[in-house]
């Protein structure tokens, strides 16, 4: 009786394994959550603290065009951060993604945004993301998206006319 038992669980649990194999594999579309590591540095490598560090996308940049928020007002999302000592700021940010679920998670997300920096005495940074990481899209496998933006300080002309 033992033996049939085994048989049977033994023949189930192939039956599982074989259809979970043949199945078609499943199209998927949605999100994906990645996190963005931006290290910010003046042009010596020395790390800024304090710079706004933020992402924003086509509704975000009218809006601060318009006059309607600022960067600071988008603190209060994920979307922007301001930097450490270290110069580090971690922002958050969702994007399309879709691929293929089977066996495996396959597919990609696409990379849509713009980076901005800014930092009190130093020239603002803005970039898409696209040329930032040098990727349209990235594999839906990349979990952390780390760069490196050097700022350059803002000459003061401290030269006066005298007569």
Request: net charge positive; no cysteine; charged share 25%.
């Amino acid at each position: 009786m033992r033996r049939w038992i085994i048989r049977i669980v033994v023949v189930l649990a192939a039956l599982a394994a074989l259809y979970s194999i043949l199945t078609p594999t499943v199209i998927w579309d949605g999100t994906a959550h990645r996190e963005i590591v931006i290290t910010v540095l003046d042009d010596n490598g020395k790390p800024i603290s304090g710079a706004i560090v933020a992402t924003i996308d086509d509704y975000y940049r009218a809006l601060i065009d318009s006059g309607d928020i600022s960067l600071k007002d988008l603190l209060a999302t994920k979307l922007a951060r301001i930097s450490d000592v270290d110069g580090k700021a971690i922002v958050s940010r969702s994007f399309p993604a879709g691929g293929s679920r089977g066996l495996r998670q396959t597919g990609s997300f696409r990379l849509q945004g713009v980076m901005v920096v800014q930092a009190q005495g130093y020239r603002p940074f803005e970039s898409s993301l696209r040329n930032l990481l040098g990727e349209m899209r990235m594999p839906i496998k990349t979990d952390k998206l780390q760069r490196k933006i050097f700022l350059t300080r803002v000459q003061t002309d401290n030269t006066t006319d005298k007569p």
